[in-house]
């Protein structure tokens, strides 16, 4: 890319973590959703954030945008200052890892505008001073796919180590989003320091089969091993009718059930083809008897990443 760019406009999609057994390690990106971010330069030194779609910190020292793109920047020795725009067309605080999208999109942006060429592995690092900013705490499992794109395993943050996951070509998502609002950092405050010996032998268990059913697409054992015992049993509390909608789902013959980062997006897997109708209007039914809006988007892994529009 040419130094001389004056902006850059990218797409970085939105992502589903704790996938399953992979608290903090496990997750992938998804089709359709995501932040459209615009970055140009400034003649001066400030971060001016422009946030459409949705109620941003703008202080550039809260927006986990800024506080990404200047740990970037000061790596580069660079003083610049620039026009961010963030267009969001999913909402923030949902668990589909917006803070990721708006983080990773903004390096990736700035490391196309700057004309640096640094491959993507090596931006993660920074996406993620800005993450932890949104959290409280520095994980990759939403700023890796969201950066990489497909279905990612994060073994390590500092220094990035990871690696990418097969999973069958025909693994269709579905989305469910109640509107409540649970913020990241709380959602990890209600979670216990330890966990027994027990509960680590059967977490370890379904990683293993998650695993194996994924890359051989064998969906029974994705079925039975799309479970966790770190998160989901505190979490799911602050989730309305979660046991009601993980009933429906599991009763339609879903390839699996979870919670998505931390809440309240809950997320089903599937099989291309497999009949998703009568069960969206059990949901629907569900949340509207309760007066909470929901909505439900149909999905597949996204592939790319973030990526230049
Ligand atoms: N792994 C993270 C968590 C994902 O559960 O806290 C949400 O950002």
């Known amino acids: 890319m040419s130094a001389m760019l004056k902006s850059v406009t990218v797409f970085a999609p939105a992502s589903i973590s704790n996938v399953g057994p992979g608290f903090d390690v496990l997750g992938f990106a998804i089709e359709g959703m995501g932040d459209k971010i615009t970055l140009s330069h400034r003649t001066d030194a400030e971060y001016v954030i422009e946030a459409l779609g949705a109620e941003l910190p703008l202080d550039p020292k809260r927006n986990v945008a800024t506080v990404a793109l200047k740990s970037f920047c000061d790596s580069l020795g660079h003083k610049g200052g620039f026009d961010i725009t963030i267009e969001k067309n999913f909402k923030p605080g949902s668990g589909l890892g917006s803070s990721a999208s708006s983080a990773a999109g903004t390096?990736?942006?700035?490391?196309?505008?700057?004309?640096?060429?640094?491959?993507?592995?090596?931006?993660?690092?920074?996406?993620?001073?800005?993450?932890?900013?949104?959290?409280?705490?520095?994980?990759?499992?939403?700023?890796?796919?969201?950066?990489?794109?497909?279905?990612?395993?994060?073994?390590?943050?500092?220094?990035?180590?990871?690696?990418?996951?097969?999973?069958?070509?025909?693994?269709?998502?579905?989305?469910?989003?109640?509107?409540?609002?649970?913020?990241?950092?709380?959602?990890?405050?209600?979670?216990?320091?330890?966990?027994?010996?027990?509960?680590?032998?059967?977490?370890?268990?379904?990683?293993?089969?998650?695993?194996?059913?994924?890359?051989?697409?064998?969906?029974?054992?994705?079925?039975?091993?799309?479970?966790?015992?770190?998160?989901?049993?505190?979490?799911?509390?602050?989730?309305?009718?979660?046991?009601?909608?993980?009933?429906?789902?599991?009763?339609?013959?879903?390839?699996?059930?979870?919670?998505?980062?931390?809440?309240?997006?809950?997320?089903?897997?599937?099989r291309e083809g497999d009949e998703q109708s009568a069960l969206k209007g059990k949901i629907n039914q569900l949340y509207h008897s309760e007066g909470i809006k929901v909505q439900l988007h149909e999905s597949t892994v996204n592939k790319n990443g973030v990526e230049l529009l």
């Not at 390590?156 to 509107?179: H, M, Q, R, T, W």
């Open 107 to 270: 390096v990736f942006a700035a490391n196309e505008l700057l004309g640096k060429e640094y491959p993507k592995t090596q931006l993660i690092g920074y996406a993620i001073d800005g993450e932890a900013v949104a959290s409280g705490n520095r994980h990759g499992d939403n700023i890796v796919p969201c950066m990489l794109g497909g279905f990612v395993g994060v073994k390590a943050c500092d220094p990035f180590e990871g690696f990418s996951l097969n999973y069958p070509e025909d693994l269709k998502v579905l989305i469910i989003f109640p509107d409540v609002p649970i913020k990241t950092s709380e959602a990890r405050q209600i979670l216990p320091e330890q966990i027994s010996m027990t509960s680590g032998i059967q977490q370890a268990a379904n990683m293993a089969g998650l695993i194996k059913g994924m890359t051989e697409g064998d969906y029974d054992l994705i079925r039975s091993s799309l479970k966790d015992n770190f998160a989901q049993p505190f979490r799911k509390t602050l989730i309305p009718m979660y046991d009601q909608v993980e009933e429906v789902v599991m009763a339609s013959g879903a390839s699996g059930f979870n919670i998505s980062g931390s809440g309240p997006t809950m997320f089903a897997f599937f």
